[in-house]
């Protein structure tokens, strides 16, 4: 089974504190991407990779950076946290797209960020 | 924009009935997917439907896709209880290079 970790299922943190969250997989997926979740919102794309060391903005990349050194780690990073980052933010991985589209992502539990 | 817009937001049930849930989207795709999330938790891949086909069965699952319409419908027959969970379409659209969800139906199954 494809496992995807997050390294904390709640953060606290304090406003203009940099934060640093963490996503592994086990499946060798090439595409790697970070969303965050808001009610009736649904979830927005942050960032994306579909390689190691390469990285694409998404919809929300305001306030957020990302890295990805070895393919089955990827991080997000909010360089200063603000009270508006509070959320619930979603790491997930996926095959490369094929001829037909994406492939299905798998997603992990979650981090629920409370920024005070 | 979403690409995919759920309806409706909230669906209550009663055990064993059926529940039907829709999603509409804008342009063309290639595939659209259903995912589940229980409360507080990552979404798990329900089905993938591709553009060209039209209905697809998985389990208690029934996904219909029209293409004419641009909207596709998931059923669950017999629910149970275990299915109360947030359901999600995504859709990959014609040229696109991300999955775009819509914000979801909140189905809740009494016992």
């Known amino acids: 089974d494809v496992k995807v970790t997050q390294s904390s299922r709640y953060l606290v943190k304090r406003t203009g504190e940099k934060v640093f969250l963490e996503c592994v997989q086990d499946?060798?997926?090439?595409?790697m991407f970070w969303y965050r979740q808001d009610p009736g919102l649904g979830l927005r794309l942050i960032y994306f990779?579909?390689?190691?060391?390469?990285?694409e903005k998404g919809d929300i990349p305001e306030g957020y950076s990302v890295s990805r050194e070895k393919k089955e780690r990827f991080s997000l990073i909010l360089e200063s946290a603000s009270t508006n980052q509070t959320s619930m933010y979603l790491c997930?991985?996926?095959?490369?797209?094929?001829?037909?589209?994406?492939?299905?992502?798998?997603f992990g539990p979650g981090t629920r960020l409370t920024v005070t | 924009s979403q690409q995919g817009e759920e309806d409706p937001q909230a669906l209550s049930i009663q055990e064993g009935e059926n529940a039907t849930m829709n999603c509409s989207y804008k342009t063309s795709i290639n595939n659209l997917q259903w995912y589940r999330q229980n409360s507080g938790r990552g979404l798990v891949h329900l089905i993938l439907i591709r553009s060209n086909e039209r209905e697809k069965h998985s389990g208690r699952l029934r996904v219909t896709l029209d293409t004419s319409k641009k909207s596709s419908s998931l059923l669950i027959t017999a629910s149970r209880a275990a299915d109360t969970a947030s359901y999600f379409c995504?859709?990959?659209?014609?040229?696109?290079?991300?999955?775009?969800f819509g914000a979801g139906t909140r189905l809740f199954v009494k016992a």
């Open positions: 997930a991985s996926s095959y490369p797209r094929g001829a037909s589209g994406s492939h299905e992502q798998y």
């Open positions: 995504a859709t990959w659209h014609t040229g696109g290079f991300k999955t775009i």
């Open positions: 499946m060798d997926h090439e595409n």
């Open positions: 990779s579909y390689d190691v060391k390469m990285k």
